[in-house]
């Protein structure tokens, strides 16, 4: 795949393609373009273009290099997690291009007439379900590039981190910077110990937010798919709390035993309770938080790779996940 990424994804000729690739596989379907294509977002790793049709909206993406995987694991998904994702248009795995209809209610508009929490309650066993279903297919996910960040190899993930976060450093990052470095071997300790723990590796979304899921029915029928894989690895499946407690905690401006948070986090583990105990599994998901923040630090580097080391911002999220590493005493 060439290098490409938001310099031109904005030019004039670069549109042009995207908008004949869309006319030509509207046109397989029997379908056909109406009016310009919009672009609401465009970013170092990705781009998202909106186009209105004789059938409704669809969205192409274009991803770089750095997150591109995406476009080779619908195939999987859309065999193994059929309900709970969205069915492609087209794919071109050489340019990185995902055309999609459009999703529908995102979680996020429909939280206007929903409750958050009661919402989520519903909504993560079904995500936990899918991670279910694909726990099989972990080595077939890491064959089509989505990153292994497996507990078996997060020791050696660890110094990666360090080395990409190291250039983004400022003055008053360094005696963090210095002292998480410290923690190095109960990081190493942390990942010998969550590979024992019960959950095997599967997909881990890595940005489950109420922007990347679509939502249909009313209330106790409410049906989710997910969206947006360009964060994902190969992980353990608690890892995806990170990101989820991490956003309900800011929303609600919520402590970390906030007992709503609690409410979430337990109705991820029901599908999960054959496995263990709760109390086993409440252990097991406080070690794969902890290691999947360097997973968090290398998603931010694989994503801005190419196009986005200019940017602070960027380097500022993925300091913050590194610096943001404790272990308690004894452990």
Known sequence: MESIGPNDWATAAWLAEAAAFVDRELAARGETRIGELEQPHLRPWATALRAQ?????????????????ETRIYPLLRAVVPARTLEPLAVDETRGLLLVPDGGTTLEAALTQLELIDTFERILPQYAELQIALAPHASTLIAAGVTDMRAEVMGQRFDEASAAVEPWLTASDRAGFARVRALRARHLAACEELARRPGAATLDHGDLHPNNIFVSGRAEQLQARFYDWGDATVAHPFASLLVVLRVLKKRLDAGDDDSRLTRVRDAYFEPFLALATRAELIETAELAMRVAQVARVLVWDRAIAEHGRGDPTFGRAAIEYFLGMAYPKGS
């Open 53 to 69: 049709t004789s059938a409704g909206v669809v969205w192409l993406k274009a991803m770089g290099r750095g997150t591109a995987f």
